[in-house]
């Protein structure tokens, strides 16, 4: 059975990130464009955003997804915040998102008290739906054309989990 390991990012990752989001499926399912430059990543993990965390799914001790999660600065968004995630895709269905999710959920709630988690999903991503419902993320509407993507306007669904004020504390 292969082994999961979450952790922080380094920059001693920037390759196999830029390796990840260099694969059709990772930037055909982000905002990611083809080509990234590995320079990009390098920035990236050399100087973070101080409301950024970046973490990696290790498969059997290689780095085969990135999640960001941003929470926001505006004071009064603190408590929530977005993400944005790719898995490499000979690593995919094999529980790599989940494992990032798991970690972020894990921060984002017991150490950062975030109670709302929103982001976009293209609406023919079935795959990362599934995932995001089985986290008890929602659909809160749609955007038309959204974005460009292979030649054409693309809409995406508005997804969020809430954490109750209730169980926040």
Do not use: C
């Not at 001693?12 to 830029?18: E, G, L, M, Y």
């Not at 409301?51 to 001790?61: F, H, K, P």
């Not at 998102?97 to 984002?108: C, I, S, V």
């Amino acid at each position: 059975m292969s082994s999961i390991t979450v952790r922080h990012a380094e920059l001693s990752d920037a390759a196999a990130i830029h390796a990840i989001y260099g694969g059709e499926q990772a930037f055909g399912s982000t905002l990611q464009l083809p080509y990234p430059a590995l320079r990009t990543w390098e920035k990236r993990l050399a100087e973070p955003n101080a409301s950024s965390y970046n973490l990696v799914a290790e498969l059997d001790g290689e780095v085969v997804g990135q999640l960001g999660l941003q929470q926001y600065v505006q004071p009064r968004r603190r408590h929530a915040g977005t993400f944005g995630m790719g898995v490499r895709a000979d690593s995919l269905r094999r529980g790599v998102g989940r494992a990032l999710m798991e970690a972020m959920l894990e921060l984002a709630d017991n150490w950062l008290n975030l109670t709302r988690i929103e982001m976009e999903v293209y609406v023919d991503n079935e795959p990362a739906i599934g995932l995001y419902k089985a986290f008890n993320f929602v659909t809160e509407g749609q955007s038309k054309d959204f974005a460009f993507r292979n030649g054409q306007l693309v809409d995406v669904y508005l997804m969020a989990r809430l954490r109750s004020s209730s169980s926040a504390n």
